[in-house]
């Protein structure tokens, strides 16, 4: 039987990225997605069955812990199995203290954090009778060094990391890894509406000289999921050209 990744907000980006590369690995790919359905979900569901694998999409926000329930839970049910959980799902409102508003924090850390505890939580209790399971969330750099303007934004990803250690301390006994990538600059719909200059300002400040791609994360996170790292748990793993050192 196939091995069962559950991406969420993997319907685009760099979720999207994750579940098109780990379908290529073998996995069955449950996307969470919240919103409404269009036509880019039948081509993605296409171009992932095309590796023999199963695909499903399973709707729910992830700030909403009944919603995680659920959308965990059909996944098992209609996969079979929960193997890997990738927290992607996240968004950003980003602002100066002095200005944000209160929706603006607690939306954030909502989504960001809050969510990554509501999906992780339900699936935790199948991987532990399961006795194997990895997890890998999404933090980034901004949790590690901050960024003016992104207080919110900066504090869920902080709490992403403080998480992902103690949980890999609890679940450790049972055989299930937990581990965080840490993103850069990474070439998305975001940093897309970037004007040039502004661009080529910031891939001057990266050692590497470039921003990283979604590609750069998913084989980041293929290789946190698979056995060659089966002595890695509790890591945070910068994929930044080395703008963290």
Same mark, same amino acid.
């Given at each position: 039987m196939s091995k069962v990744a559950l991406i969420t907000g993997g319907s685009r980006g760099i979720g999207k990225e994750i579940a098109l590369t780990l379908a290529k690995e073998g996995?069955? +790919?449950?996307?969470?997605?919240?919103?409404?359905?269009?036509?880019?979900? #039948?081509?993605?569901?296409?171009? +992932?069955?095309?590796?023999?694998?199963?695909?499903?999409? /399973?709707?729910? #926000?992830?700030?909403?812990?009944?919603?995680?329930?659920?959308?965990?839970?059909? $996944?098992?049910?209609?996969?079979?199995?929960?193997?890997v959980?990738? =927290? =992607?799902?996240?968004?950003?409102?980003?602002m100066l203290l002095m200005r %944000?508003?209160?929706? #603006? &924090? $607690?939306?954030?850390?909502? /989504?960001?954090? *809050?969510? $990554? &505890?509501? /999906?992780? @939580? =339900?699936? +935790? =209790?199948? %991987? %532990? @009778?399961?006795?194997?399971?990895? +997890?890998v969330s999404l933090a980034s750099v901004v949790g590690i060094a901050g960024n003016a303007g992104q207080t919110n934004y900066s504090a869920s990803k902080a709490g992403i990391i403080g998480f992902t250690k103690s949980l890999a301390k609890e679940v450790a006994s049972r055989n299930i890894r937990v581990n965080a990538v840490a993103?850069?600059?990474?070439?998305?719909? !975001?940093?897309? *509406?970037?004007?040039?200059?502004?661009? #080529?300002?910031?891939?001057?400040?990266i050692?590497? @000289?470039? !921003?990283? $791609?979604?590609?750069?994360v998913a084989n980041a996170v293929k290789f946190l999921v698979s056995d060659d790292s089966s002595y890695i748990t509790g890591q945070v793993l910068h994929i930044d050209g080395g703008m963290l050192m």
């Open positions: 996995y069955d +790919i449950s996307i969470n997605y919240i919103g409404e359905k269009d036509s880019s979900f #039948d081509e993605l569901q296409k171009e +992932i069955e095309q590796n023999n694998v199963k695909c499903i999409f /399973v709707s729910g #926000d992830v700030s909403k812990f009944e919603d995680a329930e659920k959308f965990v839970k059909e $996944t098992i049910d209609k996969l079979g199995s929960l193997d959980l990738v =927290n =992607n799902a996240g968004i950003t409102r980003d %944000m508003k209160e929706e #603006d &924090f $607690t939306s954030v850390i909502d /989504v960001n954090l *809050v969510g $990554t &505890f509501n /999906v992780t @939580k =339900n699936a +935790i =209790n199948y %991987m %532990m @009778k399961a006795r194997s399971g990895c +997890i993103p850069g600059f990474i070439q998305t719909n !975001m940093t897309a *509406v970037l004007k040039d200059d502004v661009k #080529d300002e910031i891939a001057k400040s050692p590497l @000289k470039r !921003m990283g $791609t979604p590609k750069d």
